[in-house]
């Protein structure tokens, strides 16, 4: 195991060992072998990518947006031309199939496109003569240095969710990926150090709770924006808000697709299947619930079914429709629901367990799997499963499926599937959760709108990217101006008033 590559951080534009010597093992989850370890960093080590960012950061602030943008520009094209050597990274250490791979790297391309536009989005306001002979106007300015923590899920799309606009802006970053797929950070610090981004900019610091925790509690770090489970998100936001930072944690998800009698149900079938085996299940968009008012459950079930059967899963390599998953814990976790499924008395329509797998035996395999009458007091309703499984739940009404939707402690997405667009309209009205889909099952916001759910599924006002990210790596400052002349003197120990 010692001959195995060793993935080391990136501070202060190169390639650096850490002072720690732990590591983790990094796997390719569709031969279930380990392919190289990555450095997990220690507090000191941590201290070193800050010190590195925040020696930057002066002269990145005051580098004109002009330039700033143009090493943005290089940035985007470089991506663009070399987005499948990044895909098959993300194959060899999630799991995930290529065409998904370049799926994510293009989401996560539109972010940075967004973010090119900066000189346009820090733009602040003016008005002119507020009182007589002043003037008041608004800027925004970069926070400083700034800490990401990203999920294994999307190792490339989450942090380019952040760091294209924290950078734009004026920032410097601290990144810290999954530990369990950590390649694709180092490789797009290397490709924005190619693009011209200068040393410190952009950091990465690989590692566990110990290089989280030291972020969280850094006094040169000034926010933190995270994506993962709910209970660390919670963890993350409160530690770092009593540090004195500015927090965006975005947490898990349950979403539901209400389908609706008049809806088409061949497009809902193609729908379902899609949104909840795509990336087997490890989407925080995944549709995982189904909740189909009658009389459709029966005929919407054996479509999907007969949708499920021919999915080929394997190797993401191999233009597989789905993948495995991304450990082999996770992969035992994520079956052992099928167990509970059946001791809490719902219907096992399709069992994952034992498919056939164009891969190796030895990966993290599990098929698409499709539960009914699935109960609302089952763990396989209240968890978050994160793996290809659906459930379908059967309910009477409109109204019952939206109080059921609404009854969840996660608000991430939802979706309706109906031909009635008054019923669309009050759904979309009416329902606890932040990005809606109408007919549309994976309903994740453009790069110029934001992303971000609702209830346990993000703590903090900040959503990620769009106007609300600009808003979270910028602070607004407002200047009240007077050119003196002698009309202006006088004592007044008044407070001030416009005349
Ligand atoms: P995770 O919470 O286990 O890990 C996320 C990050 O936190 C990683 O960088 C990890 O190293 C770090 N971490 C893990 N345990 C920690 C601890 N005890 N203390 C401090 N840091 C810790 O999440 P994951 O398994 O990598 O990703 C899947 C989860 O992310 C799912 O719950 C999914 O819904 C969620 N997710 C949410 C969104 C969203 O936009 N809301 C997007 C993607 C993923």
């Not at 002043?134 to 800490?147: A, I, K, W």
């Not at 499709?370 to 499963?385: G, R």
Request: aromatic share 8%; hydrophobic share 45%; proline share 5%.
């Amino acid at each position: 195991m010692t001959d195995l590559p060793l993935v080391s951080h990136f501070i202060d534009g190169k390639a650096a060992n850490g002072a720690s010597t732990r590591t983790s093992p990094v796997f390719n989850p569709a031969t279930g072998r380990v392919t190289k370890n990555v450095q997990l960093a220690s507090t000191a080590d941590v201290g070193a990518a800050v010190a590195s960012a925040a020696a930057a950061f002066p002269a990145w602030r005051d580098t004109s947006l002009a330039k700033r943008q143009s090493i943005m520009f290089n940035f985007r094209e470089l991506l663009n031309a070399r987005k499948g050597d990044l895909a098959n990274i993300l194959t060899a250490e999630h799991g995930k199939v290529t065409d998904d791979a370049i799926g994510e790297i293009t989401r996560g391309l539109e972010v940075v496109e967004f973010a090119i536009g900066m000189p346009h989005l820090m733009k602040g306001d003016y008005s002119e003569n507020v009182s007589t002979g002043v003037d008041v106007y608004s800027l925004r300015q970069p926070l400083g240095v700034v800490g990401i923590i990203s999920p294994f899920n999307f190792p490339a799309m989450v942090p380019l969710w952040f760091f294209p606009i924290a950078i734009a802006a004026g920032n410097t970053v601290i990144l810290k990926p999954s530990e369990k797929d950590p390649s694709a950070s180092n490789w797009l610090a290397e490709l924005f150090t190619e693009a011209g981004l200068p040393a410190g900019v952009f950091n990465v610091v690989h590692g566990d709770k110990e290089a989280v925790d030291a972020l969280l509690v850094h006094p040169d770090v000034q926010s933190i924006s995270f994506v993962g489970s709910t209970p660390i998100a919670k963890y993350i936001y409160e530690t770092a808000a009593h540090h004195g930072k500015r927090v965006q944690a975005l947490g898990g998800a349950k979403n539901h697709m209400l389908v609706l009698p008049d809806a088409d149900l061949d497009l809902a079938a193609d729908a379902a299947v899609n949104a909840g085996f795509g990336s087997a299940g490890e989407r925080c968009m995944a549709i995982s619930v189904i909740v189909a008012v009658e009389p459709v459950a029966d005929e919407l079930i054996a479509k999907i079914t007969q949708r499920m059967t021919g999915l080929k899963v394997g190797d993401g390599m191999r233009g597989c429709d789905m993948g495995p998953l991304i450990t082999q814990a996770h992969r035992d976790k994520v079956a052992s629901y099928i167990d509970i499924a059946i001791a809490d008395g719902a219907d096992v329509v399709v069992d994952g367990r034992g498919i056939d797998v164009d891969g190796e035996a030895s990966g993290f395999w599990l098929g698409p799997t499709l539960f009914d009458k699935v109960s609302t007091d089952s763990a396989v309703y209240q968890d978050e499963i994160f793996g290809p499984v659906l459930s379908v739940i059967r309910v009477a009404s409109y109204t019952e499926g939206l109080d059921l939707i609404n009854a969840s402690q996660y608000g991430n997405g939802t979706a309706i599937f109906t031909n009635d667009g008054g019923a669309a309209r009050r759904f979309q009205n009416e329902v606890q959760a932040g990005m809606i889909g109408i007919n549309v099952p994976i309903p994740v916001p453009v790069a110029y709108h934001s992303f971000g759910g609702w209830k346990n599924s993000l703590f903090g006002d900040a959503k990620a990217y769009g106007p609300a990210g600009v808003s979270f790596f910028t602070q607004e400052k407002a200047v009240t101006s007077r050119w003196l002349d002698p009309s202006h003197g006088g004592i007044n120990l008044g407070f001030p008033q416009n005349s």
